[in-house]
C-alpha cells in the first residue's frame, strides 16, 4: 500500500512479558453473562508454540478460516497461519455450506472447525469419500465430537490426520487433545470421540462437589492448570473468586464440565454441570438422551430440552430433530433403551438448527421457537 507509512529505520518493536494481554475477549455469554477473558502474551505464546509443533504448520500449508473474529478458536488460525508463513483461506457463509468445493479449489491443507459443521454436512451427505483428500490436519472443537461425524469426515478426509480438541477460553483456544482413527470406536463413550489428555506442561484434575481431588478412574468437575490458563476475568473479581480457585499451591481454573477419566487416564467429555436437569426426583444429562435419539433417527441434528417449565418447574421433555421422521416410531425405539423418565414427550421437526456466534446450535433460540410453535398451534 503507497499510503501506508513506512517503518521507521530506527523502529524497535515494544518490549512485552509474559504477563501483559494480548487480547481480550468475552465469551458468548451461553452459560451466563459474558465475561471478559484476558488472554496473556505468555498464555498465547505457549498455545501457539504447542500446536505449531504438534501439527508442523509450515509455509507450503493454507490454513481454513471458518469462524467468526468473535470466537476465540479464529485465533488458532491466524496466527498458525501468520508464525508460519502459511496462507489463511477466510471462508464465506456461503463457501461454508459446501466447504469441499472450497478446500479442493483453495487447497486447503489443515482444517480447523467445530463439529456442527461437519454433522450439517454428514446429514446432507455432502462429506463424500476422498471429497477432501487434500487435507493433511483436520481439527475439531468448540463442542462434543460424535464418532458419527468424525468417522464420516474420515472417509472424506482419508489422508489427514484427525484431531479432538478441546478447551474453554479462559484456558487459551484448546487445552486437551485426542487423536481419532476408523479404529478407535472402541474408546468411545455416549457415542462421542474422547477429549483426550492435556498438552504437555499442561495439568488437569477431578474435583467432586465437595472440591475434593479424586485420582485414578474417576468423575466430577475438570480443572485446568498451567500457562495457558489466565488467571482472572476482566476486572471482575466476583466472577473470578467463583471460577479459579487455589489447590496445593496452584490455580486452577473450574471449567463447569462433568467429565469422566479412564483408567489409562484418558478423559471423556460427560456434560456441563450447569446442562444437568433434575425431572420427576432424577437427575439427567440430556446428552445421554441426544445420543440415543441420533443412533435411532441416522442424524446427530438432535437437541433435547427441558419443555415445557411452569413457575421454573419442568413439566416435560421435548426433542428437536433437523431430519423428518415418524415421531411415534422413534419413541418406541427410545422406550426400549432409556428408562420412562427420560423419554420425551414429543418429538418437533425444525428445518434448520438456529446457530450462535460461535456455530454452535443456539439452544436458548430453540427454547423461543418451541414457544412460538406452541402460540401458533393454539
Not at 441416522?298 to 433435547?304: A, I, T, Y
Request: include cysteine; aromatic fraction near 8%; charge should be negative.
Amino acid at each position: 500500500d503507497a499510503s501506508a507509512r513506512p517503518i521507521p529505520r530506527d523502529y524497535t518493536p515494544p518490549k512485552l512479558s509474559d504477563g501483559d494481554i494480548a487480547y481480550l475477549l468475552f465469551t458468548s455469554g451461553s452459560t451466563g453473562e459474558p465475561k471478559g477473558v484476558a488472554v496473556s502474551h505468555g498464555n498465547l505464546r505457549t498455545y501457539v508454540g504447542t500446536v505449531n509443533g504438534l501439527y508442523a504448520y509450515g509455509p507450503d500449508d493454507v490454513h481454513s478460516q471458518t469462524f467468526e473474529l468473535t470466537f476465540d478458536l479464529s485465533v488458532h488460525d491466524i496466527m498458525c497461519a501468520f508464525t508460519t508463513g502459511g496462507c489463511l483461506v477466510r471462508m464465506s457463509g456461503a463457501e461454508l455450506l459446501s466447504p469441499l468445493a472450497v478446500i479442493r479449489k483453495q487447497g486447503i491443507t489443515c482444517w480447523f472447525s467445530v463439529p456442527s459443521l461437519a454433522s450439517m454436512l454428514a446429514t446432507q451427505g455432502a462429506l463424500t469419500d476422498a471429497g477432501a483428500a487434500g487435507l493433511r490436519v483436520s481439527l475439531f472443537c468448540g463442542e462434543a465430537l460424535p464418532v458419527s461425524v468424525a468417522d464420516a469426515w474420515l472417509r472424506a478426509a482419508p489422508n489427514a490426520v484427525l484431531e479432538n480438541l478441546y478447551g474453554p477460553t479462559e484456558a487459551t483456544i484448546a487445552f486437551t487433545r485426542q487423536r481419532w482413527s476408523a479404529e478407535g470406536n472402541g474408546q468411545a463413550r455416549l457415542g462421542l470421540v474422547p477429549i483426550g489428555a492435556a498438552f504437555a506442561g499442561q495439568e488437569t484434575e477431578i474435583i467432586d462437589a465437595q472440591d475434593r481431588v479424586q485420582r485414578g478412574a474417576a468423575s466430577g468437575e475438570l480443572l485446568l492448570s498451567g500457562a495457558q490458563v489466565t488467571g482472572a476475568y476482566w476486572r471482575d473479581p466476583d466472577n473470578t473468586q467463583r471460577r479459579y480457585l487455589e489447590l496445593d499451591g496452584r490455580r486452577w481454573y473450574r471449567t463447569g464440565d462433568l467429565v469422566e477419566r479412564g483408567e489409562d487416564g484418558t478423559l471423556y467429555f460427560v456434560g456441563r454441570l450447569d446442562s444437568q436437569i433434575k425431572f420427576r426426583g432424577y437427575r439427567i444429562e440430556l446428552r445421554e438422551i441426544e445420543n440415543e435419539l441420533s443412533q435411532i433417527i441416522g442424524s446427530e441434528l438432535v437437541v433435547v430440552l427441558p419443555w415445557p417449565k411452569q413457575d421454573q418447574e419442568i413439566k416435560a421433555l421435548t426433542a428437536i430433530v433437523a431430519i423428518k421422521c415418524d415421531a411415534g416410531a422413534v419413541l418406541q425405539s427410545l422406550r426400549s433403551l432409556l428408562p420412562d423418565y427420560m423419554i420425551p414427550s414429543s418429538v418437533q421437526y425444525i428445518e434448520t438448527f438456529p446457530q450462535n456466534m460461535s456455530g454452535k446450535v443456539d439452544r436458548n433460540a430453540l427454547t423461543v421457537w418451541l414457544e412460538s410453535s406452541l402460540s401458533s398451534d393454539q
